[in-house]
C-alpha cells in the first residue's frame, strides 16, 4: 500500500566548476552516495543606474553595490580560500605602501608623513580577524554548530565597521584641532608624496576587496574594502592639505580633513547596511522568487507555500514548502521534492543547502496542520509566495 502524508528531506548542494573528464566518473560515482550534486552555471545581474543624481553618484563612487552580495556561483569551501586569498594579497599591498611611507617619513623626518605611516599600518592589521573568520568558517558543522561557523565573518564585519567609525572620530577630531590650533607642515612635497602613495595603495586595495567579495557573497570582506578606501581617504587628504598649504591656504588642511570624514560617514553608511541586512537574515527578494519560480516548475509540484533564505557566511540556506498530490506515495513524493530541489540549486546564486517540506494537496477542507495549530503564531505562519 502506498505510504502517503509529509515529505520534509534536506539536502546539501555542492556548487562548483567541473573537474576534467577524468574525474567525472569519480565524482557521479561520489555524488551518487551522497546525494550531492555539482552544479556549474553563471549569473549576471545587471543594475540599472539611470537617472540618479549627482549625490547618487557620488555615493555609488565611494560605495559600488550589487543588489546583493553575490554576483556568481561557487562553492563555500572555494569561497573562502578566495576570501583569505584576498586578505593576504591585499595585506602584502598595504604593507608595502606603509613600507614607503615609512622610507618617506625617515628621509624626510616629517611627523605628519610618520603619523600617517602608522595609521595605515595599524589599519592594515585589521584584516587579520577577517583572515581568521574565513579560517574559522572553513570547519565542519558539528553537534554544537549544526549550521558550521560561517557567522564568524559577520562578527568580523561588525569588527571592520567599528574600525571605521573609528577613523571617522579620528579624521574629524584631528581636523578640529588643526582648525582651532593650526600647526605649520613642513616638508610640503614628501608629504604630499607619502599620501598620494597611501590614497594609491589603500585604493587599489578597497576595490580588489570589493570586486572579490561580492564576487563570493562576503559582506565582511565588502566592508573591509570600504575600509581600506576611507585609509586611502584619509592618505588623500593629507596630499590636498599639503597643496592648499603650497598655494598659501593653510586652512585647507583641516577643511579638507573635516570634508573626508563626510565621505568616510557615506562609506560607513552602506557598510553599515549590508551588515545589518546581513546580521538580520535579509536576503534580496528577488533570490526568494527566483527559487519559488525555479520550485514551482518541478514536475509533480501543484504550488509553492513558502520559501525562506538567510546567509550565513558566504553561502545561502534555504527552505522551502511545497504543495504536491495527496495521492503521491513517499517515494514519488521524494522525487517531486528532489526536482524541486534541483531547479532553486540551479537557479539561485550561492545556495549550498536547500530544505523542502512536501504537504498533500487539501480535498475537502481538511487541514494536515491541526495538530500542530496550537503551535503557531501570527508573525510565524507559512505565507503563499
Known sequence: MPQRG?????????????????????????????GNHDHNHDHDHGHDHGGAGPWDGLRHLLAPHSHDAAD?????????????????????????????????????????VLADTIHNFADASTAIPLWLAFWIGRRPANARYTYGYGRAEDLAGVFVLAMIVGSAVIAAWESLQKLLRPEPIEHLGWVAAAGLAGF??????????????QRIGSAALVADGY??????????????????????????????????????????????LQMWRR?????????????????????????????????????????????????LSLREAHQVAERARHNMLHAVPKLATVTVHVDPCEHGGIDHHAELAHHDRPHSRDSAT
Do not use: C, F
Not at 84 to 98: E, F, G, K, Y
Not at 234 to 245: F, H, I, R
Not at 301 to 325: F, N, P, Y
Open 227 to 272: 575600509h581600506a578606501r576611507t585609509d586611502g581617504l584619509t592618505s588623500l587628504a593629507v596630499v590636498v592639505g599639503a597643496a592648499g598649504v603650497w598655494l598659501g591656504y593653510p586652512v585647507a588642511d583641516p577643511i579638507v580633513g573635516l570634508l573626508i570624514t563626510v565621505a568616510i560617514l557615506l562609506v560607513l553608511k552602506d557598510a553599515a
Open 72 to 112: 556568481s556561483v561557487d562553492s563555500a569551501m572555494v569561497g573562502a580560500a578566495e576570501g583569505i586569498r584576498a586578505v593576504q594579497v591585499s595585506l602584502l599591498v598595504l604593507a608595502l605602501t606603509a613600507g614607503l611611507q615609512l622610507i618617506v617619513a625617515l628621509a624626510s623626518g616629517s611627523v605628519a
Open 200 to 213: 594609491v595603495g589603500n585604493e587599489a586595495v578597497a576595490q580588489y576587496r570589493i570586486r572579490v567579495g
Open 6 to 34: 509529509h515529505h520534509h528531506h534536506h539536502h546539501n548542494g555542492a556548487h562548483g566548476d567541473h573537474d576534467a573528464a577524468a574525474d567525472d566518473g569519480t565524482r557521479e560515482r561520489a555524488n551518487a552516495r551522497t
Open 279 to 327: 546580521l538580520l537574515d535579509a536576503v534580496d527578494p528577488r533570490l526568494v522568487e527566483q527559487a519559488a519560480a525555479a520550485a514551482a516548475q518541478a514536475e509533480g509540484v501543484q504550488r509553492v507555500s513558502t520559501v525562506r533564505a538567510r546567509w550565513i557566511g558566504h553561502s545561502i540556506h534555504a527552505e522551502a514548502l511545497i504543495v504536491a498530490d495527496a495521492d
